[in-house]
């Protein structure tokens, strides 16, 4: 079993920034790839950014150049990089971890990121 705990999620401003962490405990050697999706209400989730075991990298067209991710792998935590925030950033943000062994896939409890006009 893998436990995530997000954090770092609020309210800013247009033209803002946040810094969103996922720290991962427990089963942590079976961890393959680790990302950030989130989820605007109306919306279907979608994948934000992705960095895999080898440390590459794809991002939803709609944050590129503004997005970063990065994983710490010392302390096992994956981290979110957003800048330039727009109100249409705003959604749930969740962390998902893929991992070699069942059951393969495991999301975080979602942190939610608010950005005002």
């Known amino acids: 079993q893998v436990q995530l705990v997000e954090s770092g999620g609020g309210l800013v401003q247009a033209g803002g920034s946040l810094r969103l962490s996922c720290a991962a405990s427990?089963?942590?050697?079976?961890?393959?790839?680790m990302g950030w999706y989130r989820q605007a209400p109306g919306k279907q989730r979608e994948l934000v950014a992705r960095i895999s075991s080898g440390d590459s990298t794809n991002y939803a067209d709609s944050v590129k150049g503004r997005f970063t991710i990065s994983r710490d792998r010392a302390k096992n935590t994956v981290y979110l990089q957003m800048s330039s925030l727009k109100p249409e950033d705003t959604a749930v943000y969740y962390c998902?971890?893929?991992?070699?062994?069942?059951?393969?896939?495991?999301w975080g409890q979602g942190t939610q990121v608010t950005v005002s006009s």
């Open positions: 427990g089963s942590t050697f079976s961890i393959r790839a």
């Open positions: 998902n971890v893929e991992c070699t062994v069942r059951p393969f896939v495991y």
